[in-house]
């Protein structure tokens, strides 16, 4: 089975709030997903955490390397295009949108052997996976009124970041973590500051004071308390702090990852897949975190592809329990063909059919961005065998 085209789908007009210094407006894209076709008719879905700009400028420079491509071998065509754009946008666009096309080509894998990817990644630790729900931390109001209704739809699980944490004052840090924790009651709590916004004002002694305060509120773990690049920082603070010390969000390429681990910078890194270079990275990083004794909970601000993708690695790597769930977003919650649903304990079943085991609806994603026509009508057959499986099953 050949690769046969690939697509950018850039989504728009409901993308949240990033917290971010220069905050994001719906209109902005910046998750992208991309679909690959095949002459075999089967289709696969990945998602990129980029603009649609930059996706469709990377795929200028990739597509001839990948049409007429075989598309059931993720890993040797993903490393394929990365050795050939070693002069091009390494480890950034270009390799974001390799990992796109990396997820895409293990869903088609997973369609034709008619395996779930996780079986195909190497196996199933489990089948089904906490996810915690992500929400920003604007005020000491607005993390006790959302992790309450959170609970209420079901969430056992929670992360306050962003917004208005390290970025007032102290004591301010401390009532955000304080209400969260009552509000989450026994539930798990992780704290994420992230120091890769743009202008983030703080270096070590602060992030050291705040491990050492968050150390009372018995949070999961402290995520980006340092510039993302400051490995002997973290390093130190993994060392000092007595909370799990988690980063890794903006990095790229398996290989950035190495001289964090082997300098044991974290007790949990955070690859996103969408990002990083697609599954055929994440679980590379995955086993060799697993070695240093760190665990790898994914990123996960992206899309219901990428939801799928993070929930497939989960099943195949013994120590990623948790995966990211960004909450209120329609990318997440409304395109695909069967919503997620968190059962009685607040868990996620690992998709079981075939792939990623998901289905786009057109109509849904047809609301975020244009969808040509030949295309929708390839998203409606996949719609249809997925509906098809879903009644056989
Ligand atoms: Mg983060």
Avoid at 94 to 105: E, F, K, N, R, Y
Wanted: glycine residues 10%; hydrophobic residues 40%.
């Amino acid at each position: 089975m050949r690769i046969e085209d690939v697509h950018a789908l850039g989504l728009r007009g409901a993308t949240p709030r990033g917290g971010w210094a220069r905050e994001l407006e719906p209109a902005d894209v910046v998750h992208t997903l991309v679909v690959v076709t095949t002459d075999g008719g089967v289709v696969g879905y990945g998602s990129v955490f980029t603009s649609e700009d930059l996706v469709r400028a990377a795929l200028a420079v990739l597509r001839d390397l990948l049409l007429g491509e075989s598309a059931v071998e993720p890993e040797r065509v993903a490393e394929k295009l990365h050795r050939h754009t070693f002069w091009q946008g390494r480890g950034g666009a270009v390799t974001h949108t390799v990992g796109g096309i990396d997820i895409a080509l293990w869903d088609i894998l997973g369609k034709v052997t008619g395996q779930p990817v996780g079986r195909l990644l190497g196996g199933t630790y489990r089948d089904r996976v906490m996810p915690y729900a992500s929400l920003l931390a604007d005020s000491v109001e607005q993390v006790t009124s959302q992790i309450a209704e959170l609970r209420e739809h079901g969430f056992r699980a929670f992360k306050i970041g962003w917004g208005a944490l390290g970025r007032k004052d102290r004591r301010y840090d401390e009532k955000l973590v304080a209400a969260a924790r009552e509000a989450a009651d026994d539930a798990t709590v992780a704290v994420d500051v992230g120091a890769s916004d743009a202008n983030w004002p703080h270096g070590y002694k602060w992030a050291l004071a705040t491990a050492r305060m968050l150390a009372d509120y018995d949070v999961a773990w402290l995520e980006e308390p340092l510039d993302p690049d400051h490995i002997t920082e973290y390093a130190m603070l993994r060392r000092a702090a007595a909370v799990p010390i988690a980063g890794g969000e903006v990095l790229t390429r398996r290989q950035s990852f190495v001289p964090f681990l082997d300098a044991y910078a974290w007790d949990i890194v955070q690859p996103d897949v969408t990002k990083v270079g697609g599954l055929s990275e994440q679980r590379r990083i995955g086993w060799y975190a697993q070695e240093r004794g760190v665990r790898l909970i994914p990123h996960g601000w992206n899309t219901a592809v990428g939801l799928a993708s993070d929930l497939q690695l989960a099943s195949a790597l013994p120590g990623t329990d948790l995966v990211e769930y960004k909450t209120g977003s329609p990318y997440i919650d409304e395109i695909v063909r069967s919503p997620w649903t968190l059962d009685a304990d607040g868990m996620l079943a690992v998709p079981d059919r075939p792939g990623l085991g998901i289905a786009l609806d057109p109509e849904a994603v047809g609301r975020y961005c244009d969808v040509p026509p030949a295309l929708r009508h390839v998203l409606l057959r996949d719609q249809t065998e997925h509906n098809r499986q879903e009644t056989r099953a």
